[in-house]
């Protein structure tokens, strides 16, 4: 089984920053890690993901703004955001696939709130 445990969500002002952490407990090395969001009333969007490899992937609503990298101690994974927006207001979930038990785990959500 695997934990994740997200942190640095908060009110923000708008153009304002944010980072979130995830820390992943777990003796195996997680191939994908990434962050999701869900807003209230809308369904669960993919925002960025990163492989074991460095290499990642950003949704076209974030592309320039967000960016996701793994930290210092295995199996933990930040989003850097940058430029807030009103829109980006949601809950923010940590993701993380297991190839060993070919399954994906989710962290319980980090509120961001972006507002004036």
């Known amino acids: 089984q695997v934990q994740l445990v997200e942190s640095g969500g908060g009110l923000v002002q708008p153009g304002g920053s944010l980072t979130l952490s995830c820390v992943a407990s777990?003796?195996?090395?997680?191939?994908?890690m990434g962050w999701y969001r869900q807003a209230p009333g809308k369904e669960r969007e993919r925002v960025a993901i990163?492989?074991?490899?460095?290499?990642?992937n950003t949704a076209d609503s974030v592309k320039g703004r967000f960016t996701i990298s793994r930290g210092n101690a295995k199996n933990t994974v930040n989003l850097q955001m940058n430029n807030l927006k009103p829109e980006d207001t949601a809950v923010y979930y940590c993701?993380?696939?297991?190839?060993?038990?070919?399954?994906?785990?989710w962290g319980q959500g980090t509120q961001v709130t972006v507002s004036s």
């Open positions: 777990t003796i195996f090395t997680l191939n994908v």
């Open positions: 990163i492989n074991v490899d460095g290499s990642t």
């Open positions: 993701n993380a696939f297991l190839t060993i038990t070919d399954s994906q785990y």
